[in-house]
């Protein structure tokens, strides 16, 4: 995005616009040199910071001038943690439902036992899920949450690599 301080005007890449009377078309700003841009008074604008994760802000931005400015606003804590633990069990839910068949086969078919890997494999994901939402509750503030729902999930026995 430029910034046109003569005009008042911003003007993003890939859109057309005038000044002074004169039409630029939309691919102006995408073929011409930064000599070009600055004949015309254009400034590129730049961020005085960085956005937020959306997931735990809210994010606006003000622009002042050639320079954008964002304002990150924590979501509710106590909401955030809610959702994400949600999302904890659901992701566990996902991995094993696949694999459930070997509980329910060995409760009807007392002679049927799943291979070790696998008993271990479907034991680390609920161990995994529970270390991940008591850690998720614990989160005293964005920052803890956002280290908390870092999860990384076991591969299955079957798994080779990329």
Known sequence: MFYREQSNQYISEGTSFSIDGTSYPSNWLNMTSPEEK?????????????PEDGRFYWVSDTLVGAVRTYLNTPKDLDGLKATWAAQIRATAYSLLVTTDYMDSRKANDPEYVPSADWITWRASIRTTASEAVVAINAAADIAA???AVQVTWPNNPDYKGV
């Open 38 to 50: 600055s004949a015309l008074g254009l400034v590129e604008v730049t961020d005085a910071n960085s």
């Open 145 to 147: 949450l956002q280290a």
